[in-house]
């Protein structure tokens, strides 16, 4: 497994400490480059800042756009509404707030919600 972060410079899970994007290495197509040549994963998923946060297009294309034979999936924030724009630039998505009993990340499954994307992601393929 081989989790590398792309962040705004700070990560919440340590505190708010200085990541490895707070100096001057942040070109995102550059890390996705050297991640696809160096590590051959078999995915790459990209994110927004915390769960249920719509990953953001420009990123989720930078990235696309910069590997060649990984497949890359938008991460977090993925919802019915905004599926079809996200997987008109993503592979795919790992969804999981958008689920939950008013998309709250703590609450059980939605089976009303599952099927409200289902249904939109279908659209969104074709």
């Known amino acids: 497994l081989i989790h590398i972060?792309?962040?705004?410079?700070?990560?919440?899970?340590?505190?708010?400490f200085p990541s490895h994007t707070a100096g001057e290495i942040t070109d995102i197509a550059a890390i996705a480059r050297s991640?696809?040549?160096?590590?051959?994963?078999d995915a790459l998923c990209v994110s927004g800042l915390i769960a249920g946060a719509e990953t953001d297009a420009g990123t989720l294309a930078a990235v696309k756009g910069a590997v060649q034979r990984?497949?890359?999936?938008?991460?977090?924030?993925?919802?019915?509404?905004?599926?079809?724009?996200q997987l008109a630039i993503a592979d795919g998505a790992i969804v999981g707030t958008?689920?939950?009993?008013?998309?709250?990340?703590?609450?059980?499954?939605?089976?009303r919600r599952v099927a409200e994307f289902m249904q939109a992601a279908r659209a969104a393929r074709g």
């Open 35 to 41: 991640t696809e040549f160096n590590a051959q994963p």
């Open 98 to 111: 958008t689920f939950k009993v008013d998309g709250y990340i703590w609450s059980d499954v939605d089976q």
């Open 70 to 85: 990984t497949p890359v999936f938008a991460n977090t924030g993925v919802r019915a509404d905004n599926v079809a724009a």
């Open 5 to 16: 972060i792309f962040d705004n410079g700070s990560l919440l899970s340590t505190g708010g």
